[in-house]
């Protein structure tokens, strides 16, 4: 380290850095010179950042200040953030052109925009020079602001210095070095020429070492140019442990997601994400994340937006499944089949208050499957505990409401409130049983601090609802930046600003393309004139470009060697980009990166892969009944991979929670609606014999009973719906029964929604025949309601798409002497009512042709279906796992793609098939 006070620093010099990155790296070379001269003891110098050397001079000069102005008491930016929300919300309800406005948005840009005018000294008369709407109302929010403040006794951080000024405050120290500032504010100066009137010695330094070598690079994209510069960073590593290297993304705020996860595959390809994160590495970032961005915090969050009492399926299943509530670790199975259970009901929002009876109806869902292998009286004391707590706050809030005409506390009892309750949770920063690493404890001492930081929103209101400190809460969690303390690591990857002063042995400068300075931001409520009269680097792209070629400058300077590179495609367009201004006159040589496995990745091992085609998997056990019903024949018909994949190996898809009523619950809806017509009619002659009034009565009185049916199993939501489709459900029926009618052989219903058990080629199953039909004349025919479009051509030919209809009519023969005559699909579908029938003549329409053709087909395919279903069956229990669809369609339905890679095979079968290859 090159720096003149590195030998002087006592306690009464400070030295002020512009980055808590470079506060970091100048403690770790002091550490690193401490170490090399013997010493194990030092005393920690005073190297700070503005804001904490602001709040030591509001700590010395705090009765001075509150005897000038009044004010008391110094709040943080979270605290400053909520008066501006108090005051643009207050303007709003005054104001109707200002109904449209994101209040949080517009406070931080209020907030930043009044730190802006006290830095560079700019006046709120200056500003009422332009005759603006967003100016003239940021000056009234302005007032309201300061005579808020002024009021309660507070003062802001931007305030404190220009109220010291109109003091003959005390410095803090005797000497004062402002190290690496390529930027000081007019305040700043300010405050030093006051420093210096009272004799404090002020100084400034810039770090420099000899440069060495230097190379420019030219890369085709981002994504090559940060792989290589990772890699390159890796190899220098393992060369040397004791060099430091500087990694420099200009746009790491925005990108730091992608270079986190390119990153981990360079330095740490085994390790999960979190992993990486919870530990210390040979790299770190010199930016924080938001703490919304930590599991274990949003989790936290989460568990304390319950407190509202409503939620989804999908929130809920995320906090069942976390991993940082101790409480719920040992309920992890018990709380995926009751996920699962919650997705086929179609369960969509909930109440907090409901999950107990909705786990007592799911659990005896569960005994009558005969499974005991799970117990679930620990999750639901665990959930009627959580009950109990929210329900116990809801009636302390009511019982303040009733007291004060409101339902709010005070912020010092949310936050016992809010700990009592991840308590219950058993939250903690370190998941399942693992003890706690550095990074967790001090991520939990953040999450300690902030809780602090809530109970300090007292300051400036005094209660607040639920709601409001839920969304207080939400917002701090997206505007804390938390970066933990680690070891010194020899790789840091920041940004540019970050990376000034800091001295390295190598820097990678990344991102010098031609849009690099990007243009300035200009500011919300200060007008860029304003800030070019100062000579803000916002102010104008001039300002912008000067300002950061000194940057570089300064940047490069601290490094031994460097190397600067560009991409010359962006994302999002397809122009080649050239260097940046600053190195236009530089030679950039073209570089490539292989992203193949290297000598640097874990995967690198070599390895000899052969390659084997394997269409058979294991023999189902013997003595062991295979668990699938009808579905095992379906699926091996289709394509014996998806019946072996969904059957043996157990691979199950979830389905998607959708809102509102779905195919499921309309067909759901129509079963119901003809088993309770059909239960209660009986026979086709009673049908044509009521009148049409009588029919109307009827097909009412069955519609609004299936509505109201708790069998249905449709939650309130969905029920509500279906009310609204009253209507449409007895024209539905009303137009079906007229088909019925058209029957030419008089029939009866001899059986709805009947169960049954058979056993087909060894393997045994469940089924729940829809309809069994019996007709005057002595045959039986099955029927099955369908509400969308329907074919035959399942049912026939040497693979079934559909087996379904036929094993049934397999076991139907079973267990009756005589043999089914036929089976249908009942396609009951608004504009359009038929049978599809496969059958003898003369059951469903009258006996023609076409129909005594059908009846052969019928008695042809009746005399191979148990063949068929035989060597199906033989198939699938030795373990026949072919990738072999009948068509695309059974692939466009099945989830399985990616395992059985069946477009790849397709793939490769059609190039042999143009190469004529005989396989």
């Known amino acids: 380290m090159n720096t003149p ?70 709040i943080s930016a979270q605290q400053s953030a909520l008066i501006w929300t108090q005051v643009i919300e207050a303007s709003r309800r005054e104001e109707h052109s200002l109904t449209l406005l994101n209040v949080q948005q517009t406070a931080k840009a209020v ?100 440069t060495v070598d230097a190379h420019y690079k030219r890369f085709i994209d981002s994504r090559h140019e940060l792989v290589w510069a990772l890699r390159f960073a890796r190899e220098k590593i393992e060369a040397d442990g004791d060099t430091l290297i500087s990694i420099v993304v200009p746009d790491l705020q925005h990108r730091q997601a992608e270079v986190e996860e390119l990153a981990r595959r360079v330095f740490y390809p085994a390790m999960s994400p979190l992993q990486v994160q919870q530990n210390h590495n040979v790299y770190r970032f010199s930016l924080g994340r938001s703490l919304q961005q930590w599991p274990a915090i949003d989790a936290a969050v989460s568990a304390i937006a319950l407190l509202r009492n409503k939620t989804s399926t999908t929130e809920l299943s995320y906090l069942l499944r976390n991993q940082f509530f101790s409480a719920l670790h040992t309920y ?156 010194a690591a020899p790789i840091v990857i920041s940004g540019v600003l970050e990376a000034v002063g800091r001295q390295v042995d190598l820097c990678l400068l990344t991102g010098m393309h031609q849009d690099y300075p990007p243009q300035p931001q200009s500011d919300a409520f200060v007008p860029s004139r304003v800030l070019a009269a100062t000579g803000h680097p916002e102010g104008g792209t001039r300002h912008g470009f000067e300002h950061m070629s000194e940057v570089i400058d300064n940047l490069l300077a601290c490094a031994r060697r460097y190397i600067v590179s560009f991409a010359q495609l962006d994302r999002d367009a397809d122009v080649l980009r050239q260097s940046a201004a ?52 379906e699926y091996q018909s289709q394509c014996p991979f998806r019946s072996y994949a969904t059957h043996r190996l157990g691979l199950r898809s979830d389905e998607e929670a959708e809102f509102g009523l779905d195919n499921l619950d309309r067909g759901s809806v129509v079963h119901y609606l003809m088993e309770l017509f059909w239960a209660q009619l009986k026979t086709q002659k009673r049908l044509t014999q009521l009148s049409p009034t009588e029919r109307d009565t009827l097909i009412a009185d069955i519609v609004a009973r299936a509505i109201e049916a708790p069998e249905l199993n449709l939650s309130w939501e969905k029920r509500t719906l279906l009310r609204h489709e009253v209507a449409r459900l007895r024209t539905l029926l009303r137009d079906w029964l007229a088909q019925e009618e058209a029957r030419p052989e008089p029939f009866t219903v001899v059986a709805v929604e009947q169960r049954g058990r058979a056993e087909v080629a060894g393997i045994e199953f469940e089924y729940i025949v829809d309809r069994i039909d019996a007709t005057d004349d002595g045959r039986t ?108 369609n059974v692939c466009n339905y099945c989830d399985l793609q990616a395992f059985c890679r069946v477009s790849q095979l397709r793939l490769a079968s059609t190039q042999s098939e143009e190469r004529g290859d005989d396989s």
């Open 332 to 487: 992890q199975p018990q709380c995926r089949v009751f996920e699962a259970w919650l997705r086929q009901r179609r369960v969509h929002g909930l109440l907090l208050d409901n999950l107990p009876a909705l786990l007592s109806e799911f659990t005896q869902a569960y005994q009558r499957t005969n499974r005991t292998d799970l117990s679930f009286d620990g999750l639901i004391a665990f959930i009627k505990n959580l009950v109990e707590a929210r329900q116990a706050l809801h009636d302390r809030l009511q019982g303040v409401r009733q007291e004060e005409g409101y339902a709010a506390l005070k912020f010092s009892d949310w936050v016992t409130v809010l700990s009592d309750w991840l308590t219950l949770w058993g939250w903690q920063t370190c998941g399942g049983s693992q003890s706690m690493n550095s990074v967790q404890y001090q991520l939990s001492q953040r999450w300690h601090d902030l809780m602090q930081e809530l109970a300090g929103f007292a300051t400036v209101q005094q209660t607040a609802g639920l709601n409001r400190v839920v969304e207080l809460l939400q917002q701090m969690v997206r505007n804390t930046i938390f970066l933990p303390k680690s070891s």
């Open 582 to 633: 600053k190195f236009r006159h530089q030679a950039f040589e073209d570089q490539t990166v292989d992203f193949r496995p290297t000598s640097l990745d874990a995967c690198a091992e070599s390895s000899v892969l052969e390659s084997h085609t394997d269409i058979l998997g294991q023999c189902w056990p013997d003595g062991q009944s295979p668990r699938g019903g009808s579905r095992i024949f």
């Open 111 to 210: 907030q930043r925009s009044w730190r802006l005018m006290h830095d560079w000294l700019i006046t709120p008369q200056t500003l009422r020079l332009d005759h603006v709407a967003d100016t003239t109302q940021f000056l009234a929010w302005l007032d309201d602001y300061r005579q808020r403040l002024k009021q309660r006794g507070l003062i802001d951080e931007p305030m404190v210095l220009a109220a010291l000024h109109e003091t003959q405050f005390k410095p803090v120290f005797q000497h004062l070095v402002w190290e690496s500032y390529d930027l000081i504010t007019d305040a700043q100066k300010q405050h030093v020429n006051h420093l210096t009137q009272q004799g404090v010695t002020v100084s400034y330094s810039r770090p420099h070492r000899t």
């Open 781 to 888: 025919v099955i029927i099955d309601y369908k509400t969308g479009m329907v074919d035959r051509k399942g049912w026939q030919g040497d693979r079934l798409r559909s087996p379904q209809m036929p094993l049934y009519a397999l076991a139907r023969d079973q267990q009756s002497v005589t043999p089914v005559a036929g089976i249908a699909f009942a396609q009951v579908k608004q504009g359009d009512h038929k049978y599809v029938e496969f059958s003898e003549h003369g059951i469903f329409r009258a006996a023609k042709k076409v129909q005594m053709d059908l009846a052969e087909e019928w008695q042809r395919a009746r005399a191979d279906w148990p063949v068929l279903f035989s060597d199906l069956a033989a198939a699938f229990l030795s373990g026949q796992a072919v990738v072999d669809p009948i068509d695309n």
């Open 5 to 74: 006070w590195q030998n002087t620093l006592d306690s009464a010099t400070a030295v002020l850095v512009p980055t808590r990155s470079l506060a970091t790296s100048l403690h770790e070379n002091l550490a690193r010179q401490r170490i090399a001269l013997g010493q194990r003891v030092w005393e920690a110098p005073n190297i700070l950042v503005w804001s904490d050397y602001l709040k030591q001079l509001w700590r010395l000069n705090r009765q001075l200040l509150a005897k000038k102005t009044g004010a008391l008491t110094l």
